[in-house]
């Protein structure tokens, strides 16, 4: 790989300990991916910020790391954490010595001089890239985002490979950074209509479980929080983007492009449900995988006035929290939590064992990481059943 001259001195620790091993661990990762050099990235967005699934060896190595003089150089900011920010604990019931070890995670990201914006959907929440810009970012459901929607550069980082990358601003140039890869392989033909974000987020999933290649879309048309959940449902397997003919910015270079036609119709969908469904009903209905945007509380708090004795649970970033609460009257059988979500948040210790979701992603890793049953439905089917 070629090095440039600012790169030797950070390797000679010239600029100190932390930048050195961060260097070091981006170039070793380059060179494994065969990448000819480092190039200039935007921002970074750094995932590992839950206590439950970073536990005590992340947090040991995340406070040695800001003790050892680890700062961000660029704009970074940070994926939810497992608890709701500023209110600790109070939304949901969790154990106190959970929260306080999240409020550790925090002070050294903090002391990083990373942005506590604890959510998934940065491009919400004040890091909205541009197009072609570069990026390191780590949390998959926004990597599949901004290389689909925004048309922004970004491989799936890993969180360490995000927090060296802010530290030193750069990124090795291979997989996503470079056009050649972003090219579709797969076109995906839907024979039956998508009526809801849950049915996006079914066919995201499916294809995420069936295949590998970057799909290609012609005949849908999803709106913004379709697509916020089409990301999120997909990043459950190995692919990093998608095009949808009229919305992805690269899309039109490939519209007349041979590619093997893969046919989704009702079949497919019904078994995505079928895999994600455990339970008929349950009293924890929750939405906001991704984080929720403004139109999507919007949507839930209007269904929530006709269902007034059922609790729902909305999770998003602390930003559009503020927001919401300053423009929407919300139903007091809503509550809006930020910060967190119900993936990262140690839902079984507070005493949750199932949950009714509108997102693939949220049923998956609730069924498979949390061992929560779940029903994974519309949000006007959860709500109203
Ligand atoms: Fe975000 Fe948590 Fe879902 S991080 S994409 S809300 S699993």
Redesign the pocket.
């Known amino acids: 790989m070629d090095i440039e001259k600012e790169e030797e001195k950070i390797l000679r620790g010239e600029k100190g300990e932390a930048e050195r091993v961060a260097l070091e661990l981006l170039i070793k990762i380059g060179e494994l991916n065969k990448a000819k050099k480092l190039i200039k990235i935007k921002s970074s967005h750094v995932s590992g910020v839950s206590y439950k699934t970073i536990g005590e060896h992340g947090l040991s190595f995340l406070r040695d790391f800001a003790d050892r003089g680890a700062r961000a150089c660029i704009k970074t900011t940070l994926?939810?954490a497992g608890v709701e920010i500023g209110r600790g604990r109070k939304a949901i019931s969790f154990p106190c010595s959970f929260a306080d070890k999240q409020r550790e995670i925090l002070k050294a990201y903090k002391k990083m001089g990373i942005e506590l914006t604890c959510?998934?959907?940065p491009y919400l929440a004040n890091n909205l890239p541009k197009f072609n810009e570069h990026l390191a970012w780590a949390?998959?459901?926004a990597v599949i985002y901004a290389n689909s929607v925004i048309g922004a550069k970004s491989n799936r980082e890993s969180a360490i490979t995000a927090l060296a990358s802010s530290l030193i601003g750069k990124i090795p140039l291979y997989g996503l950074h470079l056009s050649e890869n972003r090219e579709p392989k797969l076109k995906i033909v839907l024979k039956t209509e998508l009526k809801n974000q849950s049915d996006y987020s079914a066919l995201a999933y499916y294809i995420s479980k069936n295949f590998t290649e970057i799909p290609f879309f012609v005949n849908i048309k999803p709106n913004k929080d379709e697509l916020k959940a089409m990301s999120?449902a997909l990043?459950i397997g190995s692919i990093n983007m998608f095009h949808v003919k009229g919305i992805t910015p690269e899309a039109k270079e490939y519209e007349n492009k041979k590619m093997e036609v893969v046919e989704i119709g009702k079949e497919e969908l019904k078994k995505a449900y079928e895999e994600l469904n455990t339970c008929e009903e349950s009293d924890f209905l929750c939405t906001?995988?991704?984080?929720a945007s403004m139109d999507e509380i919007k949507k839930v708090c209007k269904l929530a006035n006709k269902k007034k004795k059922k609790k729902i649970y909305i999770?998003t970033s602390k930003k559009v929290k503020q927001k919401a609460k300053s423009m929407i009257k919300i139903p007091e059988n809503v509550k809006i939590i930020a910060g967190t979500?119900?993936?990262?948040a140690p839902l079984r210790e507070a005493g949750i064992e199932s949950m009714a979701t509108n997102?693939a992603?949220?049923a998956f890793?609730s069924l498979n990481l949390s061992k929560i049953d779940v029903k994974f439905a519309s949000m006007r089917e959860i709500i109203s059943s």
């Open positions: 994926n939810p959510t998934c959907t949390e998959s459901s999120a990043g906001g995988c991704p984080h999770f979500c119900m993936v990262v997102s992603k949220c890793y």
